[in-house]
């Protein structure tokens, strides 16, 4: 098993940035890509972005160009540097892990393992 406790979130203004960090314990991550996704209030589970053991990664259309994702292999860390953020970002903000390579890491389903979540509220 997995275990992930995502860190970093918090209050910041619009246009402001924070930086979420996601620590891997148990057994390794592996090959496996690891991702970011959010909920907020009443709304689904959506997929911000993604990245693979290779580095390649994958963002929501919303957040390209404003959010990076990185990941420590050597580590098993990822993480999520957001910047000009906006109250629509506003969420709590999940770390997910993949137990095995699929073809789309950008779903739910495809993702085995996940962390409690950090909140991440944006104000106006």
């Known amino acids: 098993q997995v275990q992930l406790v995502e860190s970093g979130g918090g209050l910041v203004q619009a246009g402001g940035s924070l930086s979420l960090s996601c620590a891997a314990s148990?057994?390794?991550?592996?090959?496996?890509?690891m991702a970011w996704f959010r909920q907020a209030p009443g709304k689904e589970r959506e997929f911000v972005a993604s990245?693979?053991?290779?580095?390649?990664?994958e963002y929501l259309h919303s957040v390209k160009g404003r959010f990076i994702i990185s990941r420590d292999n050597a580590r098993d860390r990822v993480y999520l540097q957001m910047n000009s953020l906006q109250p629509e970002d506003t969420a709590v903000y999940y770390c997910?892990?993949?137990?095995?390579?699929?073809?789309?890491?950008?779903?739910?389903?495809?993702?085995?393992?996940w962390g409690q979540g950090t909140k991440v509220t944006v104000s106006s």
């Open positions: 997910a892990a993949q137990s095995k390579i699929t073809l789309s890491i950008d779903t739910t389903g495809v993702f085995d393992y």
């Open positions: 990245i693979r053991h290779s580095g390649d990664t």
């Open positions: 148990g057994r390794a991550v592996g090959v496996g890509a």
